[in-house]
């Protein structure tokens, strides 16, 4: 149009809250990641552990289901703070092998076509750029994880009564509290190595790694010092035991070994965890790194040399 016919006029339309603005990204990303079946599948499959723990829960409150399966509530697993910790961990597994199909190519791609400038150069922060982009992790893995977690606490309240609730209220918190931990820590990985490396299959390869190969060197040393303080290399290992206290069955000092000494006499060895302080601390630095390394990498421009 040219410029002397004076025919432009502003946008007059409604215009998106500042708060929603980086809502954008996940809400075209998720055309691309639904459009592969594969994906898709999986994706379902991650929903079926929830459905078994909603009937163990239905089962413990229904004597005529458990009349024609000929089965008693002591034969049932007791619905506590173990039976919700086994089910947060089991889809924790999942939510990592969901991160790990979404995560790597969401940063990685702008860069590698030089996308970014498109990105900042409109009323949108590189905070909003990054929240946007961890935000299309972080809801599909709430959506498998603490959302339908809480829905199943709120569900065995609803059996139970209102005193269970009262008194397990702690649970919901552990629920919540370790669920968002785990999959934060998943959006933060898996954006930080997008933007380390603009290859999605060496990317997803370096994510493997960094969870995997950590964890055999902290066996190793595990079990040359006959100590746990191993775990503290380990991103699974803080997990597990962060979800312990969480959930109560964290114990610093376990004794699980008995061994043969040079004199031929058995003796107990003491394997001791790091405190839960240190769990924390250690995953604290883990993404203070990840966030310094997307402050990094997320510019509007590079300079090369």
Not at 20 to 43: D, E, M, N, Q
Not at 164 to 179: D, H, K, P, T, Y
Not at 237 to 259: C, D, K, P, Y
Request: charged residues 15%; positive net charge.
């Amino acid at each position: 149009m040219a410029v002397y016919e004076q025919k432009y006029k502003r946008y007059a339309g409604p215009l998106t809250p500042e708060w929603s603005r980086f809502l954008i990204i996940p809400h075209h990303a998720y055309r691309g990641v639904f459009k592969s079946k594969l994906f898709t599948a999986f994706f379902v499959v991650c929903f079926v552990p929830l459905l078994v723990e909603a009937i163990l829960i239905y089962l413990h409150h229904n004597m005529n289901a458990l009349g024609v399966m000929r089965l008693q509530i002591r034969e049932l697993i007791p619905i506590d703070a173990t039976f919700f910790q086994t089910f947060v961990n089991l889809q924790g597994g999942f939510a990592f092998f969901v991160a790990l199909l979404v995560g790597p190519p969401l940063v990685s791609r702008d860069l590698r076509n030089n996308a970014l400038p498109l990105y900042l150069c409109r009323p949108f922060s590189r905070t909003e750029y990054v929240l946007g982009k961890m935000s299309v992790v972080l809801i599909l893995l709430s959506a498998i994880t603490w959302v339908p977690q809480v829905l199943l606490f709120l569900f065995q309240s609803y059996l139970e009564g209102f005193t269970w609730f009262r008194e397990n209220l702690w649970m919901l918190f552990a629920i919540i509290v370790g669920s968002v931990v785990w999959i934060l820590l998943l959006a933060l990985i898996s954006q930080a190595v997008s933007a380390l490396v603009k290859w999605r299959v060496i990317a997803s390869g370096v994510i493997l790694a960094i969870f995997f190969i950590p964890s055999v060197f902290a066996e190793f040393f595990n079990l040359v010092f006959l100590t746990h303080w191993g775990h503290l290399m380990s991103l699974a290992g803080l997990m597990r035991n962060i979800s312990a206290g969480l959930f109560g069955t964290f114990a610093e000092t376990t004794t699980t070994m008995r061994m043969e000494g040079f004199d031929g006499t058995l003796r107990e060895v003491v394997l001791t965890e790091p405190p839960l302080w240190l769990n924390w601390g250690m995953l604290f630095l883990v993404c203070a790194a990840c966030l310094a390394l997307l402050s990094r990498k997320v510019k509007a421009y590079e300079v090369v040399k």
